[in-house]
């Protein structure tokens, strides 16, 4: 840099001097124009210097940023001249030489190489030197005391180039300390050494897996799988000596890949596989991956540990065998097995034990105090002293109880078992089965029942068993049904059946050959012909003849009188006068009288055997197969009103179900002709219509009467009385009036009105009741000359405001019509009130008039026909009982 800026400076000179020689010749302005251009170069030139100057600061912190990366680097760096002299060097380059920079430089770096490598140093520095390559090499080299190191050396030359003198080359030279990297490699190489010799040797098949192929294996490894050569192993898939398929379905290297994944995520898998022996031969090994890491970019090495585990396999399934058995027989018997452990006072027992004892499974161990809870109590002492005897003489035990559950129900419980003991003879505990034989127990009872009812049979119903032996001898008779037949046991017993029943002989002798036979017998007993069916059958224990006889005679006499019902029932069903048709749950017709004959134009013979909607399409329709469900699941059911297919008229139609033995086997469905019912009812609807018109009539004119009435009594009595009075006080012929009889005119008036409204709306019924209001109306009438005579009972409570109206109205147009028509000098009026019922009767000992004359008359009894309307209105029926002469009782009955 120095001689750059030298060279710098006297061009510079060179410069400056040219510029003053110039300056004489040159004009003001150019001499101007020329100082601002020197001035604009100044600056530059500064700018540029301060340039250098920070470049030079740049490059000497870079070296020494250099030199200390030199000096401090981890590895040895030395510069070697080409003779082999020591440059330079850095601090780790002394350290390894083990001596100071200032006695190392200068010195030859062959000294430092150990004597046995200097041959090959001379022979490396002399290639490097000749090549722009960088070498290496490793040799042994020696410190300044003498200590040897491993070292590896990497060379490169440099050219050096001096001022004034030419280039000479150098060897950058670097140096690093492998002795512990070789002394790590002869370990692992001792290691690997060691390992191959336990690999090779051990008794463990071993073999490695790289890739999903085997790329080593030991000897006990090929003795495993019956090789003699490792290639027979090695170079082949993990799967070439399997089977494609394991025992569970699995591909075998689908398996595999996973054992691979799990033991490369996991850290090791175990796993069991089927495998082909070189001969063939099937075995069961138990492989147990472990990965081995290799160098980045390869594929991990799985180790594997063969272990030939087919006689444990074959042994565990014999095991398992043993327990499926034992297992299978404990549950075809339904046996419980338990174990009491006499030191902890703990049962143990299986779920078909708990069940046996009426418990809910339960797998732990339960105090055996639970095991007695369930004895019965009259079982319980007998129970436990077996179970003490048992463990005390070291015997077995076999004992029947009872255990009862918690619902209460009674349980019969078979045990065995007998003390458990340890290899010195002391007894630890007690083990044995239990089973539940409450069928058995169930089943003798049974048996013993039916051998009572057999005897009972025997003794009480007309049946004769008779045993005859191979040869034909009777060995057996008995049963009440032989005093039925008037022979005595004793008579035929040890006779033959040829000497005896000589027409039963071929029967006999079909059974005695093996065969079941059926037959019937007809005798003569106690004065009657006797039906006897008889069922036989071989014995062939005993090798004898079973015969059962059993008297039919009613049976018989009953079929012929069910016969003759049928018959009847029959000839019902065909001279009934409604349409019969019975069909089963499947639609089928079973039944088809006559007049179904009729209604439908079809004969029994062609429908019977025939679905029930084929034969009458018509009726097929989603509401008759409703109404049929309904009817098969038990509820009657009535469609009226449907019109006849091939006739005028209607039919109502009852369904009703068949039952046998309380359950439901088809329909029987009725057909009514209600054509002249329809009819009938029409008129009489017509009737009752013209009925409730006539009735409408009266009511209206009963109620035009009472307002004539009521108009008569205002125009007749009100009317004058106020006429009489307006006269009063107007004067007659202009004298003056007297107020004293205007006032007793307009008195009469008021009272009149009372009167009237009175009759019209009776305040005093509404606020004080039937008994009241009828007494205020006697009192009204009886100054009328005719007394009234009440008799009334029970009307101290209210009644029914409808009842109570009903009542005085009645009563009032009754005595009414009395007063205006009857002549009677007095009137008797009964209101009793008895259970509910209110009687009401009216009697006068008037003229009296003939009833039927009511019906002739059209305007007369019109006050009466108002009465009748209101009294069946409410429910009554009016009485009325008149002679000529001798008065006249109309009474009725209305509920209160």
């Given at each position: ?379 319980s002492g007998r129970v436990w002293e077996a179970i003490e005897a048992a463990i005390a003489a070291q015997s077995p035990m076999a004992l029947d ?496």
């Amino acid at each position: 840099m120095d001689a750059a800026l030298g060279s710098l400076r006297s061009r510079a000179e060179r410069q400056r001097y040219l510029v003053t020689q110039a300056v004489e010749n040159q004009t003001p302005q150019e001499i101007q124009r020329m100082i601002q251009e020197l001035q604009v170069h100044q600056i530059e030139l500064e700018m540029q210097n301060e340039e250098l100057l920070r470049a030079q600061a740049e490059v000497q912190t870079a070296r020494e940023q250099y030199v200390d990366l030199y000096d401090f680097a981890p590895v040895g760096y030395f510069t070697l001249t080409a003779a082999g002299l020591i440059e330079q060097l850095n601090l780790c380059a002394s350290r390894l030489l083990g001596s100071v920079r200032q006695r190392l430089a200068g010195r030859r770096f062959e000294v430092f190489v150990a004597p046995s490598n200097r041959l090959e140093f001379g022979q490396f520095l002399t290639r490097v030197l000749n090549t722009t390559r960088t070498l290496s090499c490793e040799i042994v080299l020696q410190r300044e005391d003498g200590s040897l190191f491993y070292a590896q050396l990497e060379g490169l030359r440099m050219e050096h180039t001096l001022a004034n003198s030419p280039a000479q080359q150098q060897c950058r030279l670097a140096v690093l300390d492998t002795t512990a990297r070789r002394v790590a490699t002869a370990a692992l190489a001792t290691s690997e050494a060691r390992f191959r010799r336990l690999f090779n040797d051990s008794r463990d098949a071993v073999v490695l897996l790289q890739g999903h192929m085997y790329i080593d294996c030991n000897n006990a490894a090929l003795a495993l799988l019956g090789a003699t050569r490792k290639d027979q192993i090695v170079g082949h898939n993990a799967w070439a000596h399997c089977p494609s398929h394991q025992p569970d379905g699995r591909r075998t290297i689908d398996m595999l890949r996973e054992s691979v994944d799990e033991a490369l995520r996991t850290g090791s898998k175990r796993c069991d596989a089927r495998m082909n022996k070189a001969t063939g031969e099937e075995i069961w090994v138990e492989a147990v991956l472990t990965p081995i890491e290799e160098g980045a970019g390869k594929p991990p090495v799985i180790h594997m540990l063969w272990r030939d585990v087919t006689a444990e396999r074959a042994a565990a399934a014999q095991v398992r065998e043993s327990e499926s058995r034992l297992s299978l027989a404990l549950e075809a018997s339904e046996t419980g097995v338990f174990t009491w452990d006499i030191a902890s006072n703990r049962l143990e027992w299986d779920q078909r034990a708990q069940t046996i004892f009426g418990y809910e499974y339960n797998p732990r161990l339960v105090p055996i105090e639970m095991l007695g809870k369930r004895f019965h109590a009259d079982d319980s002492g007998r129970v436990w002293e077996a179970i003490e005897a048992a463990i005390a003489a070291q015997s077995p035990m076999a004992l029947d109880f009872r255990v009862v559950w918690p619902d209460g129900s009674l349980h019969h419980v078979s045990a065995a078992g007998r003390a458990v003991t340890d290899e010195l003879g002391k007894t630890r505990g007690f083990a044995g089965v239990v089973r539940d034989v409450t069928s058995i127990y169930a089943a003798e009872e049974e048996l013993h029942y039916k051998s009572l009812v057999m005897a009972s049979v025997l003794d009480h119903l007309p049946v004769v068993l008779t045993r005859v032996a191979a040869d034909g001898t009777i060995l057996e008779r008995t049963g009440s049904g032989l005093v039925t037949l008037g022979l005595p046991s004793e008579a035929i017993v040890g006779h033959n059946v040829r000497n005896v029943f000589p027409h039963l002989l071929p029967e006999i002798e079909t059974v005695l050959s093996g065969q079941r036979l059926e037959f019937m017998t007809w005798a003569k007993g106690k004065g009657r012909q006797l039906t006897i069916r008889n069922y036989a059958f071989f014995d062939e224990q005993q090798q004898q003849a079973i015969v059962l006889g059993f008297d039919e005679t009613e049976v018989e006499d009953k079929k012929k009188q069910l016969q003759a019902e049928k018959e009847f029932t029959e000839s019902l069903l065909e001279n009934s006068v409604d349409g019969i048709v019975a069909f089963d749950r499947e639609g089928t017709i079973t039944a088809w009288n006559v007049k179904a004959a009729t209604y439908f134009c079809q004969e029994a013979a062609d429908v019977l055997g025939q679905p029930i909607f084929e034969v009458l399409p018509h009726l097929d329709s989603e509401e008759s197969r409703q109404i049929v469900e309904r009817v098969l699941a038990g509820e009657q059911v009535l469609l009226p009103g449907q019109a006849f297919e091939h006739r005028a008229g209607h039919y109502d139609v009852y369904h009703v179900p068949l039952r046998q033995e309380n359950e439901i086997t088809g329909i029987l469905a009725i057909f009514r002709d209600v054509t002249e019912r329809d009819r009938l009812a029409e008129e009489a609807t017509q009737l009752r219509l013209r009925q409730q018109q006539e009735v409408l009539s009266a009511i209206l004119t009963t109620q035009e009467t009472e307002r004539k009435r009521i108009a008569e009594a205002l125009h007749n009595g009100l009317g004058q009385l106020l006429y009489a009075a307006k006269l009063s006080l107007e004067g007659r012929a202009g004298s003056p009036s007297s107020p004293r009889a205007s006032l007793k005119l307009l008195h009469e008036a008021i009272r009149t009105t009372r009167t009237i409204s009175f009759e019209l709306t009776p305040g005093i019924l509404e606020d004080f009741g039937l008994r009241t209001a009828l007494e205020e109306l006697s009192k009204r009438i009886t100054p009328t000359g005719l007394p009234v005579h009440l008799h009334l009972t029970n009307l101290e409570q209210r009644l029914r405001p409808t009842v109570e109206i009903a009542v005085y109205r009645i009563v009032q147009e009754l005595l009414n019509n009395i007063m205006k028509h009857s002549q009677a000098t007095e009137v008797e009026v009964h209101v009793a009130r008895e259970k509910g019922h209110v009687a009401v009767s009216v009697e006068d000992n008037g003229r009296g008039f003939e009833p039927d004359a009511l019906t002739t008359l059209p305007l007369a009894g019109m006050g009466l026909s108002g009465v009748r309307n209101r009294v069946a209105l409410l429910g009554g029926e009016l009485s009325i009982k008149s002679q000529l002469g001798r008065g006249t009782i109309i009474s009725f009955e209305l509920d209160d």
